[in-house]
């Protein structure tokens, strides 16, 4: 019985890896958090995926990390832009925490192997989104519990438009198109169409759809 749990959003990302979860293991749990995000809506969103999807789910709280980080994400007087290194929108260890935490709580419900949806060839490139630094964070996992998790990142080398593809064969394209919120203002489906995390989500989208159209571009 291999049982697995998935950090999860509600967002598009996080909810293709919870429906490719529920293909690879017997057992899948959803685990979201409390970082004290602009759009607390997005929490709900990912109750209701996973009760759609009848996938226990589970909500931390882990507020302090909005305390002590300031971001475009946590902070309404914060623009988001490109910041000096990142945009505004990095939220300073925030994969780090929630893959700690995974790896804390899936110990306790015997969930060995954790799913994240991030992906390093994102737009913004975060640190904390990179191959190296999950594989990293595998071993410190394992080291810190002397247990042997297995974190998975289906979606690490794919680009939107493979992301959508992947939905796709998973029989999940319109469920994850419709459903998810992945806007920066809290629109969920297709969004705002305005803000970068919008923009590059229909630009994977209209991309995905020209080109199983058979390169017929709407
Ligand atoms: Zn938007």
Same mark, same amino acid.
């Given at each position: 019985?291999?049982?697995? !749990?998935?950090?999860?959003?509600?967002? &598009?990302?996080?909810?293709?890896?919870? +429906?490719?979860? +529920?293909?690879?293991? *017997?057992? $899948?749990?959803?685990?979201?958090?409390?970082?004290? %995000?602009?759009?607390?809506?997005?929490?709900?969103?990912?109750? %209701? !995926?996973?009760?759609?999807?009848?996938?226990?789910? #589970?909500?931390?709280?882990?507020?302090?990390?909005? &305390?002590?980080?300031?971001?475009?994400?946590?902070?309404?007087? !914060?623009? !988001?832009?490109?910041?000096?290194?990142?945009?505004?929108?990095?939220?300073?260890?925030? @994969?780090?925490?929630?893959?700690?935490?995974?790896?804390?709580?899936?110990? &306790?419900?015997?969930?060995? #192997?954790?799913?994240?949806?991030?992906?390093?060839?994102?737009?913004?490139?975060?640190?904390?989104?990179?191959?190296?630094?999950?594989?990293?964070? @595998?071993?410190? +996992? @394992?080291?810190?519990?002397?247990?042997?998790?297995?974190?998975?990142?289906?979606?690490?080398?794919?680009?939107?438009?493979?992301?959508?593809?992947?939905? *796709?064969?998973?029989?999940?394209?319109?469920? $994850?198109?419709?459903?998810? +919120?992945?806007?920066? @203002?809290?629109? $969920?489906?297709?969004? =705002?169409?305005? =803000?970068?995390?919008?923009?590059?989500?229909?630009?994977?989208?209209?991309?995905?759809?020209?080109?199983?159209?058979?390169?017929?571009?709407?």
């Amino acid at each position: 019985m291999k049982k697995a !749990i998935v950090v999860f959003s509600g967002g &598009q990302d996080s909810t293709t890896c919870l +429906l490719w979860a +529920l293909k690879n293991f *017997d057992d $899948v749990a959803a685990l979201s958090f409390d970082y004290g %995000q602009r759009h607390k809506k997005e929490l709900d969103y990912a109750k %209701q !995926i996973a009760d759609e999807l009848d996938v226990p789910h #589970h909500v931390m709280d882990v507020s302090m990390l909005g &305390q002590i980080t300031a971001n475009a994400l946590t902070r309404d007087d !914060i623009e !988001i832009e490109e910041g000096e290194k990142y945009p505004t929108t990095f939220v300073d260890g925030r @994969n780090h925490l929630f893959l700690l935490m995974a790896g804390i709580f899936g110990k &306790q419900i015997d969930a060995k #192997h954790i799913i994240t949806g991030v992906c390093e060839t994102d737009f913004s490139g975060y640190p904390d989104c990179r191959d190296s630094f999950v594989k990293s964070m @595998n071993v410190t +996992l @394992n080291l810190s519990m002397d247990e042997n998790f297995v974190i998975h990142t289906p979606l690490m080398f794919l680009d939107k438009k493979e992301t959508w593809k992947l939905a *796709d064969d998973l029989g999940g394209l319109d469920f $994850v198109r419709y459903n998810t +919120l992945t806007c920066y @203002n809290g629109i $969920v489906g297709d969004g =705002c169409g305005e =803000c970068p995390a919008c923009k590059l989500r229909a630009r994977g989208l209209r991309e995905y759809l020209a080109e199983k159209d058979g390169g017929h571009v709407e």
